[in-house]
Nanobody, 123 residues
Framework: QVQLVESGGGLVQAGGSLRLSCAASGNVFSSDVMGWYRQAPGKQRELVAVITSGGNTDLASYADSVKGRFTISRDNAKNTVLLEMNSLKPEDTAVYYC??????????????WGRGTQVTVSS
């Protein structure tokens, strides 16, 4: 069982910055993939960024639309994942969801989601 709670959303001007936080509880491990997704009105939920932990390095991957502007990080000791959002654009407006993905033993995955936090970027 995994519980995820997002925070940090709000209203910002274009070009501004915002930091989203996700607090995870329950059975979350460093081997799990953590990430952020977003969903704008009338659109499907899309990947923003994901991060994996392994050895001495955390590896992150970003959607092309946010690459160079957003930074994802995680603190496994605190079971948190952050999303630093810079140079925000109106098209970044969406509900942002925290995600934990657990890989099953043989095949498939189990996804866990937070309730989401609204990010609105004004022009």
């Amino acid at each position: 069982q995994v519980q995820l709670v997002e925070s940090g959303g709000g209203l910002v001007q274009a070009g501004g910055s915002l930091r989203l936080s996700c607090a995870a509880s329950g059975n979350v491990f460093s081997s799990d993939v953590m990430g952020w997704y977003r969903q704008a009105p009338g659109k499907q939920r899309e990947l923003v960024a994901v991060i994996t932990s392994g050895g001495n390095t955390d590896l992150a991957s970003y959607a092309d639309s946010v690459k160079g502007r957003f930074t994802i990080s995680r603190d496994n000791a605190k079971n948190t994942v952050l999303l630093e959002m810079n140079s925000l654009k109106p098209e970044d407006t969406a509900v942002y969801y925290c995600n934990v993905r657990k890989l099953r033993r043989w095949s498939g995955v189990d996804d866990y989601w937070g309730r989401g936090t609204q990010v609105t970027v004004s022009s």
